[in-house]
């Protein structure tokens, strides 16, 4: 069955510092993968996907994630956190489908970003 | 750009009575899909939605929940006969064709709570 772990329920870092959101999935076949962002009271936000081809994906606001088929893993990185990162990470993966693609997500991670 | 949107952004009922959710998914995609999220709990994939019929659910769509494309542009959510265990976030979804129903749009997000 397909699944998503995201092992870090909360994480704190200082404004500045890198980041590195952890993300291991459970799927059968090659998976379409996804970070999305929830800012408090907001919805969610697409951050960047992979579908296939390159393993280094780039997405918005300064993030990028790493697919490693080996270790099922799609980690989420930034080198340098601003305050405005704070919210709620969820990662996803696609069961897909022809009429359409279900998402299973994470539990989630929460950033808290000190000055 | 075009965004996904959801009215209302919040919704009060009493348990047992009918509720109905709308969204306006983007113009041009052809997939739509209800997820829920309960306070601090992960986001679920409630059902999918293709070419005017359901085109797979989750174990929690049970026949007190319906989806409807009424007019075209609108994409309705009705729980018949609320639970307090219903309360949550309800969130739209929309999906171009082809690869790119792979990226799901979400709405914002109506908060319902039953009381």
């Known amino acids: 069955a397909q699944s998503v772990t995201q092992p870090d329920i909360h994480i704190t870092v200082s404004e500045g510092a890198s980041l590195e959101l952890r993300c291991n999935y459970s799927?059968?076949?090659?998976?379409?993968l996804f970070w999305y962002v929830q800012s408090p009271g907001q919805g969610l936000q697409l951050l960047l996907k992979y579908f296939s081809g390159d393993t280094l994906v780039q997405g918005i606001k300064g993030f990028e994630a790493e697919f490693k088929r080996s270790q099922s893993s799609f980690n989420l990185r930034k080198p340098s956190v601003h305050w405005s990162d704070a919210a709620e990470y969820f990662c996803?993966?696609?069961?897909?489908?022809?009429?359409?693609?279900?998402?299973?997500f994470g539990t989630g991670t929460s950033l808290t970003v000190i000055p | 750009e075009p965004e996904v949107t959801q009215t209302p952004s919040h919704q009060v009922t009493q348990m047992g009575q009918e509720v109905i959710l709308r969204c306006v998914p983007i113009?041009?995609?052809?997939?739509f899909y209800w997820y829920r999220q309960i306070l601090g709990q992960k986001v679920e994939f409630l059902v999918s939605?293709?070419?005017?019929?359901?085109?797979?659910k989750s174990e929690i769509f049970d026949d007190q929940f319906s989806v409807e494309r009424p007019d075209g542009s609108n994409f309705t959510l009705k729980i018949r006969s609320t639970k307090l265990e219903d309360s949550a976030m309800y969130f739209c979804?929309?999906?171009?064709?082809?690869?790119?129903?792979?990226?799901?749009?979400f709405g914002p997000g109506t908060r319902l709570t039953v009381t």
């Open positions: 113009s041009n995609h052809l997939y």
């Open positions: 996803a993966v696609a069961h897909a489908r022809s009429t359409g693609n279900q998402f299973y």
């Open positions: 799927y059968g076949a090659t998976p379409y």
């Open positions: 979804a929309s999906s171009a064709p082809g690869l790119a129903a792979y990226e799901q749009y």
């Open positions: 939605f293709y070419n005017n019929e359901i085109s797979e």
